[in-house]
């Protein structure tokens, strides 16, 4: 399994407050991603780094925000939680590149009340 | 638009029997397919994929086939077992970046 968590894996928290998701990973892969997961929706992705500093926009961008201070390290901060961002948050990693694959961690399930 | 389709949002298969998931898509650039497994309350893992260069690629009782003019592929599990219960997702990527996945498949493999 690759190494990848994610911190915490459940959150509950009221509308308006902020949020920050952690991922952490030991396989020292280039880029790492954000995606929630909903029923219907399959998963879109929120934000993508392509290394340290480097970060760009997904599918559903807004309302998050991500940094990448360390290779190992990609946050997601909501600024300020509304109830359309309770879901399931996954954090994934890929060597970049022709052909290569992306690996999972295990998902934050958060729910904004 | 989605550009990963999964028609089919469930699918139940009978033990030892095939199970043929399908996925279309509508970006002809795409030039890597995955499949991943999804159980509840982990997160997805990869199971197979296969380039936009070939047509079939095996791997135990998983075989996915790529029809590039059709732009649909299928993953086929032969024998089905109760532990292959799951949702599947297909996915796709140009050059490794962005990866677009569809909607999910959960196939249930009946005793």
Redesign the interface.
């Known amino acids: 399994d690759a190494g ?1 968590t994610q911190s915490p894996r459940h959150k509950v928290t009221e509308t308006g407050t902020p949020v920050t998701l952690r991922c952490h990973q030991t396989e020292n892969h280039r ?1 790492m ?1 954000w ?1 929630r997961q909903d029923p ?6 929120i934000h ?1 780094s392509y290394g340290v500093k480097d970060t760009d926009k ?1 599918e559903v961008s807004d309302g998050y925000s991500v940094s990448r201070s360390k290779t190992e390290d990609f946050l997601l901060t909501l600024e300020s939680a509304t109830s359309s961002q309770t879901s399931v948050y ?1 954090c ?1 990693i ?14 934050t399930r958060l729910l904004v009340l | 638009d989605q550009q990963v389709k999964q028609n089919s949002p469930s699918l139940s298969v009978q033990e030892g029997r095939i199970s043929i998931l399908n996925c279309d898509y509508t970006n002809s650039m795409f030039d890597y397919f995955l499949w991943y497994k999804k159980y509840p309350a982990e997160g997805p893992t990869f199971l197979i994929s296969i380039s936009s260069i070939k047509d079939k690629n095996e791997d135990g009782r998983f075989t996915v086939f790529l029809n590039k003019s059709a732009k649909h592929l299928s993953l086929h599990i032969v024998p089905s077992q109760p532990g292959d219960s799951a949702v599947y997702f297909c996915a796709a990527t140009l050059r490794g970046q962005n990866f677009v996945f569809g909607p999910g498949t959960r196939l249930s493999v009946l005793p």
């Open positions: 990848i880029y991603y995606y219907g929706h399959g998963l879109r992705l993508y997904g996954f994934a890929s060597e970049g590149g022709a052909w290569e694959t992306q690996y999972f961690g295990p998902g």
